[in-house]
């Protein structure tokens, strides 16, 4: 529970012709993790001959997905017979007629979308046309004179101005829609006061060719408008249909191919030579036995594999092995970084902290009590919210304990005329609070220091204690000093002033300069924990506020009455939302920042074994 699970290095060196049954024993064991071969004395392997045909097709398979809009999930069983297809021959001829079917509606349904698109540009801008009260004939290009047709802002004043320039113009106009018609002499001063205008020319390539009436086209083109919505509506369900018919084939194929693609790619990771193959992996270690069995049995004796334990250097992939009731706060651990593989595992004790911290921030029965409904609510309106929820859970039964224990429902501590039992007041007993605080923290970082001074065994005995356990000598000799300066106890201050220096030394000789910068920030540290006490009052506060509000206006009665009850549901549901972020915010800073320093490096690679998603790995 404390360590992650143990790994042992496996190297298998087997003839190359037992690679293919190799390769798809190793994924039905889905155990070992597969490094990477960089190539050196001996080659890397090259894939299994089908690799370029399952890729191929797995591309066609997405594309189909992607164009189909497909969603959900089914679950693979049976290889070829779950898909319903004799062999990879018959699935890659169907996957190819069913993209030949798609491409053919995607490409009738572009053509008739542009088809929509162009009569309705078309239909709009004979509409304008018809507006100005012209035939389409005179839209058309003349030797003499020029056309402008747009829109422009003030044409009244455009008049005014084309007026000054020439009598040789005809302007048509409605609302901000123009044509002019000038002389070719007074083309470029005509664009000049145009363009004073803003004028925005109309597109008329869309209308190009179009005779007669404005009105008249408008009729027909409309009715091809009409057309093409029909075809564009067949086009779109027949796209439907397919994606229903073929939904379930679409997903087992692109489940099945991605599962053979990793298996034909894997030699791709192995190092190789005209012969030989060698794979070298991490596999937990109670799987060394079955899996040395199976190699045995595929190759007929003709493998070899060495298992051996991980050496210092060995930079080992990590699988967390927590219990059911800790696994969920894996969650944050992931958040921050995973464990190395020699490091003590943390879980555990965010498991036991976070959920304290978060009850001594929010620590009110009533609002435990509402966050505990929502967190039944929730992840059953919203899946995603789970593994949130399971953190969660915890944090408010803790906050409905500590309510309990600071005697406060909503703010409350006195209800319908009954006192609420008490251990302690956060209101009427802050230096109290803030000592319990500050206690906890000692606690925090001192079970920081010990874990640290586990891991550090590693490199000896010596090296735990100048590194760890200099820090608990720092801390006896600042107490020391407080009491002797205080005159609790007789004893000489410069014996303890000589122990916390020595203490330093000692932490210089363990963690260098690094630890001696370190030291002021163990004071910043324990006072980092009166944010426990200060953020938890600050959330009492307003809930007292609210209520004191509440009460004025209910006891003012009438339509007063029904105000102070929205203020005190409002207020208090404000208060749940901050209390949570607050609480969330705070019980994982002091994880991460007081309490991971103190031994916690992390940074080791995800433990990920062949034939398993990342995501199931995980798991």
């Keep these: 529970m404390l360590k992650s699970e143990r790994m042992s290095k496996a190297v298998i060196i087997s003839p190359k012709s037992y690679q293919s049954k190799i390769v798809k024993e190793l994924y039905n064991l889905k155990a070992i993790h597969i490094l990477n071969h960089l190539k050196d004395e001996m080659d890397i392997g ?3 001959p089908n690799a370029s045909a399952i890729s191929e097709t797995l591309i066609s398979v997405r594309a189909i997905i992607s164009n189909l809009n497909l969603e959900g999930d089914v679950a693979l069983r049976n290889g070829f017979r779950a898909i319903g297809v004799k062999n990879f021959a018959h699935l890659a001829s169907t996957v190819k007629k069913l993209q030949e079917q798609t491409n053919t509606q995607l490409e009738k349904i572009r053509q008739t979308e542009n088809a929509i698109s162009g009569n309705a540009r078309a239909i709009s801008l004979l509409e304008k046309i018809e507006a100005l009260r012209l035939p389409l004939d005179a839209c058309s290009p003349y030797k003499s004179l020029a056309v402008f047709a747009g829109d422009v802002e003030a044409p009244q004043t455009l008049a005014k101005g084309m007026q000054q320039i020439t009598d040789e113009f005809e302007l048509r106009q409605s609302e901000k829609t123009m044509a002019l018609f000038v002389a070719r002499p007074y083309e470029a001063r005509a664009e000049e006061l145009l363009a004073k205008h803003n004028f925005s020319e109309m597109d008329l390539s869309h209308i190009t060719g179009l005779k007669g009436e404005p009105a008249e086209q408008i009729r027909k083109l409309a009715a091809e408008l009409e057309k093409s919505e029909k075809s564009l509506r067949e086009a779109k369900k027949a796209i439907e249909s397919l994606g229903n018919k073929w939904h379930d084939f679409l997903i087992l194929s692109e489940k099945f191919l991605s599962a053979e693609l990793e298996k034909a790619e894997a030699p791709l990771r192995f190092a190789a030579s005209q012969n ?134 909503f703010g409350f501590e006195e209800l319908l005329g009954f006192h609420l039992p008490h251990v302690l007041s956060r209101i009427h007993q802050v230096r109290e609070m803030l000592a319990f605080s500050v206690f ?43 009491l002797t300066a205080s005159g609790q106890i007789a004893l000489p201050i410069y014996a303890s002033i000589a122990a916390a220096i020595i ?32 953020v938890g009052l600050a959330s009492v506060g307003l809930a007292v506020v609210v209520n004191s509000f509440m009460e004025d206006f209910i006891n003012a009665g009438g339509i007063m009455a029904v105000a102070g009850v929205t203020i005190g549901i409002f207020g208090h549901a404000l208060n ?44």
Excluded: C
């Design 46 to 48: 090259n894939p299994l």
């Design 276 to 409: 030989i193959i060698v794979i070298t992996g991490w596999v937990p270690t109670k799987y060394t036995g079955k899996l040395t069995e199976t190699i045995a049995k595929i190759t007929e004796g003709h493998a070899e594999m060495e298992v051996s334990k991980p050496s210092h250097d060995d930079s080992v992939p990590v699988k967390l092995a927590n219990a059911k009731l800790s696994k969920p706060y894996e969650f944050l651990l992931n958040l921050y970084a995973l464990p190395k593989y020699s490091e003590i595992d943390p879980t555990l004790f965010l498991f036991l902290t976070f959920p304290l911290f978060f009850g001594i921030i929010l620590g009110d029965i009533g609002y435990g009590l509402v966050i505990l409904a929502l967190l039944f609510y929730m992840p059953k309106k919203y899946p995603g919210m789970k593994p949130i929820a399971k953190i969660m859970l915890p944090a408010a039964l803790s906050s409905v304990i500590f309510g309990f224990l600071f005697g406060e429902i």
């Design 440 to 482: 906890i923290g000692l606690l925090h970082i001192n079970l920081g220091l010990l874990l640290g001074f586990v891991n550090e065994l590693e490199h000896g005995l010596r090296k735990a204690l100048l590194a760890k356990g200099s820090w608990w000598l720092l801390q006896i000799s600042i107490l020391g000093i407080w």
């Design 503 to 534: 203490s330093a030394a000692l932490i210089y000789m363990g963690e260098s300069i690094t630890g001696i910068i370190e030291i002021p920030g163990l004071i910043s540290n324990l006072i980092s924990y009166t944010r426990l006490a200060a």
């Design 576 to 619: 749940i939302a901050l209390g949570l972020l607050g609480g969330f915010l705070q019980s994982i800073r002091l994880n991460y920042v007081e309490f991971f320093t103190k031994f916690f490096k992390g940074g080791a690679v995800p433990y990920y074994p062949f034939g398993k998603k990342l995501d199931e790995a995980a798991q």
